[in-house]
């Protein structure tokens, strides 16, 4: 190829029209670098995962501010592979979407109670460990974070992140200091009626209702959901809304009070110190995000590579400084500076976690929870 | 008095629309205070590669369920003139229903339908299917297309039908007279007539596909419109760059809009 | 002679109305098919749903029982809500814009009135998700109460209230009550008016005699428009009431996509079209009663 036409092939690399991968093939470079490559074995290691063609993008489904964006745009740079995200509100609506809409979805970031009802109705892929170099399950601090991936013995979820949910409240507002749930319930209903949001979410939302009489989290018991439901239908006219969407009212000063997930807590709190963290001290809720590959993915390798780059301790830990939700892979927690570890919003002491339970898969399916908040957001 | 509260009414109208405008060009963070002139916002939109995907797939189902809509549309209201008793009261019965079923039911409708029929069709496919990897129904660009074409094309019917009620028969007649060939009248003399409304209807069957929230909402699956994406950058917070994509959202529907005025206009001054 | 070319152009005009009708069933074909397949089919489909149940994992389960529909009142205060704010959104609607309709048909200079009209309809076809995200911010905390907040009356909270959706309702759907009333009064013979007044009637009669019964047909139709959308309506509740204002639609939406109640979402569904049939009809029968025909143009 002439100089014209390699000038071409750049402008048309730069401007995107062409992938890297094709920009390296058709100008001869990519054999140049492989060759160099194998005189110089370390040159291009990371690569080496990527020996195949992995298309040029993959579809990540994915939580709010769950992900580094920069961390993307070093993987695209890297393989070439453009990342599509596509963002839910709450698990329910990614089960719909997924078990409706089946084909389309690479990656999915599903919450811990969801993986076996997935795998029950066969619409995951036991992951293969060979594509996931930088998986290291011996790796992780405590099972309880990454047992939900495995089901029947079988690994159908990686570790991604966990995480519990509080609430958060505008300390320059909320000068009460609360402590527990059943203060968050009072201070709704009293001093700051008005001002209060609680989650689009029937796991969440019954399930502190249900704290603030001390019951289970998880419970499914007739008598406790029938005084959490009094709860909350007493309470719907002193909620600000009802809406897992809870930052931008809380940032603009409209609620000052918000059932809350750890890393929300914590990129409200880097935007403005005044918002604190509490952990209920009746308990409550921790849970633990995963990464996994729905069956027929259109784009598994690309999937595959996804999952691995996000899983390396580096990458991982750009990550968590940007999610701010804590991490249970050892080999990131070292990477993260001593603020981060010590922070009392992403790993709380440990009283304050031990009364909190995992969801339950029951809980989420259950019917009779999600008449329950259909009736609260008609009452 | 009654021209007061209409001026009144006009500034109830146009104050939000004014105020999504003035503040897409707010160089500061919020979207409430104003802090200065900046055109920061239509840069950033410029390269927002989401944004910019769910454009161009809002395109895409605005052009081809518009251009399905008016083909089929135009022929059904053509055929119907020379209808008449139970087949037209079907149609028209169709039409109406097409119409006033409200989106949100037919958006669900539709994502049942095409689940189930997918469902069948997939487990079908990966039992004849010959290789390992069989092709997979699933909703996407085909099933949003369908389910705007549906609605699009009845309001197509409507107005070509109003426009055909309408027409100068005279000319048509004459025109049999003159040429025996049917095809030629409708070339040369029925076509012309029609064109306007015909155009006006793909008009504005583009502008109801590409502002389509709802039905999107239900049948697109992994894909994102740009309503889509509008909307759940919505519930994540008001930022000067959903005005920026507004104004420009509403720009675009505006010149669509005012090409469909001017054909439908273009109707009222008869051809010499 | 006469008889032989009679008995060929008889065959002819055969042969031509058979070509007729094999192009009238080939236009109509495409259309017949598209609204079978996409229309009557998923309608038909939600039926079925309507009387089955929901599988564990959430989803459609086959089964044929009326449950879903015996248990209809569990919903009943969407349908409540939904049939309270919308008749009375249709209401606001008439009562703002009859009076504009009226001064673009009747005051209005001729040269004015066509830019006028068009001026009321661009606001309706340019994105509602817009113009309603607009109000978010007119309502929410950095708008309007902070504009009171400012001039010293504290602590109004406008947003996320039956209040709130209600400007959000008024303002979408002004326009579409607007046009029809329009074009019924721009009907209206002035000199009609013109009698009137030298009859001695004061305006007010006037108004009471002529003009309203004649805008008659502009405004069932403007209100019959405005209400069947609104009864289907989900965004406005959605973004303007907080997740605290339900209409059908939010519940619809909710056992589709949360709950994953599929039978009971279609059975609801199947209530909300059965709604909307019955005010159709009695639509269409005030039209013929009145007397007017129906405008066939939405636009």
Redesign the interface.
Known sequence: MDRKDFIKQLRRYQKGSISRRHFLGVTGLGTATAVLAGSMPHLLTSRRAYAQDLGDQVNLTTWPDYHEVKNFEKFTAETGVKINVTVFGSNEEMFAKLKAGGTGWDVLVPTNYTIETYVGEDMFEELDAALLPNYAPASYTDPRFTEAGNVGGKTYAVHKDWGTTGYVINSSKVTENPTSWKEFWDLTNGAHAGRTMVHDYQLTTIGNALKYFGYSFNSNDEKELAEAEKLLIDSKPNLFAINSDYKPSLLNGDAYMSVCWTGDAKQLKKTDPAFDYVLGKEGGEIWADFYAVPKGAPHRAAAYALINFLLEPHVNADEVLFHGYPVADKRVIDLLPPEIVNDPIMYPAAELLAPLEFGAAATLTNPARAEIMARFKSA | M??A??IL??L???G??A??VV?SFNSGL????FQGFSFKWYAKVATN??ML?ALKTSLTVAFTSAALAT???T??A???Q??QGA?RVL?DA?T???????????G?????????T?EAV?TLLAQIWPGDAPP?????YGSII??H??FA?A?V???V??RI?GMDRSLIEASMDLYADPWATFRQVTLPQLAPAILAGFL?CF?FSF?D??IAF?V?????TL?IY???S?????TPE?NA??TA??LF??I??FGA?IL??RRQKPAK | MSAGTSAISERKQAVRQQHGRWLTALLLAPSVIWFFVLLILPLIVVVVYSVGVRAPAGGYQAAFTFDNYLNLPARWAAFRNTLTLAPLGTLICLLAGYPLAYFLAVKASAKWRVLLLILVIVPFWTSFLIRTYAWIFILGGRGIPALLDSIGIEGVRLINTPFSVMCGIVYAYLPLMVFPIYVSLEKLDKRLLEASEDLGAGPWATFRQITLPLSAPGMITGCMLVFILLMGEYLIPQMLGGGKVFFIGNALVDLFLQSLNWPYGSACAMALVLIMLITVTLYLRATSATGGRRDASLI
């Open positions: 009654l021209r509260y209409s009414l006009y109830f109208l146009y939000p629309i105020l999504i503040f919020s979207a409430a205070d590669e989401l995907s083909i089929m549309g022929m059904a053509l055929a119907l020379r209808v087949v149609f169709l109406y229903i097409a119409i006033m079923v409200p989106g949100i039911v037919i669900i409708a539709t994502l049942i339908a095409l689940v189930t997918f997939n997979k129904f699933g909703m996407g369908a389910a074409t549906l094309m309001l019917i409507v107005i039908r109003a009620a504005l502008t502002d929230f709802v239900f697109a699956g992994p894909l994102n309503p509008v909307f759940s919505i519930r994540r917070g008001v959903i994509i507004g959202i509403m529907s505006l669509m809009l005025q439908l206009r």
